[in-house]
């Protein structure tokens, strides 16, 4: 894969001197599908950089809609936005999708055909010379591990090998910017695996942009380096994956030798937000300060504090406490 | 792969439509040249007089050129038209083709180009080979026309596009490639049934102009100047223009990059 066109040269020498930084930008898009409905996307501001971006959010949240309006299908309907800095909407938006790569969720496969005569397809209607997509097809088919079985019509193929598929047609054309909706859908642990390190070597080698779009926590946890949750056509939290974990810092669980009674239940408030109390065990959103002045707090009531977990930060939570802020997770 | 040629070719119905039009294409050569040996060769004379009483050698021998195909060639294209679209809804292709640098006008044209050029390509040598081999055997005295390829070549573009717009729409209709064949014969022979029904009922003759098979067949003999008994130029002009229009209002609306579900 190393130095097999000028396209991707480009596009390895943007990444590697961040040249274009901001992949994404958007301030108050509104996108609606008919000028008297509801708008499917409410005013959406947002900059996303140069990264892995995960774009979590329950069915009808507006991911697709977002993805739409992205690959310039949709016009919003309002504010302003730009993809690899070409604005939305604007005549050459057509043209960008030549810098844009796409692997849809569902099968887009033609099933008597090759997997290399479909991705070689794919790359002409990207706008590659014929010779030059055919080439580009072998390479991407051998990243992606697909060259012993290229020239198999796809009806033949296993999920992953189709999934596969669509990943190499995303790449054929060396685009600085892929989405990827719902990549691992179908696959078996070593397949979500198998593909989620081609997701993160696609960016690491080739310096592609990627916006993946999954209802799986656990593969955007896995590759991710931004998160962008979307509820209702609202932006319920973004930011980079570290900044929002360290939201939920400080959450710890609780466990007293004695049953607490009323009172002492709500003197733990003094010590932060109780989260929830599971038989006894209490999680705790720690105010400030070390934790282990639980401890501190038991002894100056005559508790016995038995058990004190540091909860590990985990993304479901990020997800939950994003779409319902009031609800007190764990009960 | 792009227009689903080769599977054609594969379930063998494309060699048979081949040699089916290769017959007629030589039935219609010899023809010419059992004419002009008639016309030549004084052993024939006696056969030449009483030919000449049977064979028609003016306007209607012209249009004839193309009708013998266009049952056939209604054929063809429901079998390959009436997949076109229908295969990308099937494979749900269309929305990722939306993803690449393919507006939905340019995914219109290249469908209806294709499907109109199909028939257009395969009525070529039906006017051009016997017009070459009547000008070579007998110059300008032949028995086609100097200029009728000037007057059947229109009628084959508008006839072609007909083909070509009724099978693109009718295929945008359907799910799957086998459905996209029945609509496609469906509306073709729905069609000329209704019209039919309504000739019969008012006794309006224009309303067969609604038949899109009389009317890829009128064209001809219109342009080469032979009046259709059924269709006149007004009805024809109108029930081309109808049917060109709404079909591919249709295939535009059902291939709108808003029906692509991403």
């Known amino acids: 894969m190393e130095g097999y066109s000028l396209i991707h040269f480009g596009a390895r020498f943007v990444a590697a001197f961040n040249l274009e930084l901001i992949l994404i930008a958007f301030e108050n898009l509104e996108v609606r599908y008919a000028a008297t409905a509801a708008p499917a996307l409410k005013g959406l501001s947002l900059s996303l950089e140069r990264g892995i971006v995960g774009l979590l959010g329950p069915n009808g949240a507006g991911k697709s809609t977002l993805l739409k309006a992205l690959l310039g299908l949709l016009r919003p309907s309002g504010g302003t936005g730009s993809v690899l800095g070409v604005a939305l909407g604007a005549p050459e938006a057509a043209k960008l999708r030549s810098r844009i790569g796409y692997m849809p969720e569902y099968d887009a496969l033609i099933e008597d055909a090759s997997a290399y005569e479909q991705v070689a397809f794919w790359g002409e209607l990207s706008g590659l010379a014929p010779e030059t997509s055919r080439d580009r097809a072998h390479e991407v088919l051998y990243f992606v591990g697909l060259d012993e079985s290229r020239y198999r019509p796809v009806s033949g193929y296993s999920t992953g090998m189709r999934q596969r598929v669509k990943l190499a047609q995303a790449l054929v054309h060396s685009p600085e910017l892929i989405f990827l909706d719902e990549p691992t859908n179908g696959l078996d642990p070593d397949g979500r695996r198998r593909l989620l390190d081609l997701v993160l070597r696609v960016h690491a080698e080739l310096g592609t942009g990627v916006i993946l779009a999954s209802h799986l926590l656990g593969d955007v946890e896995r590759v991710a380096d931004q998160l962008v949750i979307l509820d209702q056509g609202e932006i319920k939290a973004a930011g980079s994956m570290e900044n929002l974990k360290k939201a939920l810092a400080g959450r710890v669980e609780l466990k007293f030798l004695d049953p607490l009674e009323p009172e002492q239940e709500s003197a733990l408030s003094e010590l932060g937000q109780v989260m929830g109390n599971m038989n006894g065990l209490y999680d705790v959103q720690m105010s400030e300060g070390d934790p282990t002045r639980a401890f501190q707090w038991a002894h100056a009531r005559g508790l016995t504090l038995i058990q004190l977990t540091q909860r590990h930060d985990r993304l479901d939570e990020v997800l939950l406490r994003a779409l319902h802020p009031v609800a007190q997770v764990g009960n | 792969m792009r227009f689903d040629l080769a599977r054609l070719w594969r379930q063998k119905i494309g060699r048979f439509f081949s040699f089916i039009f290769l017959l007629i294409l030589l039935i219609q050569v010899g023809w010419i040249y059992t004419k002009y040996l008639m016309q030549t060769n004084q052993a024939f004379k006696p056969l030449n007089e009483f030919g000449k009483g049977l064979f028609t050698q003016g306007a209607e021998f012209q ?200």
């Open chain 2, 63 to 262: 249009a004839g050129l193309l009708n013998p195909t266009m049952y056939l060639l209604w054929f063809l294209v429901a079998l390959v038209g009436g997949g076109l679209v229908a295969r990308d809804t099937l494979y749900r292709v269309r929305p990722l083709m939306y993803a690449h640098p393919v507006a939905p006008k340019d995914y219109l044209l290249a469908k209806l180009g294709f499907a109109s050029a199909l028939p257009f390509v395969i009525l070529l040598p039906f006017v051009l080979l016997p017009w070459a081999m009547s000008l070579l055997l007998a110059g300008l005295q032949g028995p086609v026309w100097a200029t009728a390829p000037l007057r059947l070549l229109p009628a084959m573009a508008i006839s072609s596009a007909l083909m070509g717009s009724l099978a693109v729409g009718a295929s945008s209709l359907a799910a799957t490639p086998r459905a996209g064949i029945g609509w496609v014969l469906g509306l073709v022979l729905g069609a000329g049934t209704l019209a039919s029904m309504i000739h019969g009922l008012t006794g309006i003759r224009a309303v067969d102009a609604l038949n899109p098979v009389m009317l890829a067949e009128a064209w001809p003999q219109l342009l080469v100047g032979v009046a259709h008994p059924m269709v006149a130029w007004l009805p024809a002009i109108l029930g081309t223009a109808f049917h060109l229009a709404l079909w591919t209002f249709v295939a535009a609306r059902r291939t709108r990059p808003s029906e692509a579900v991403i």
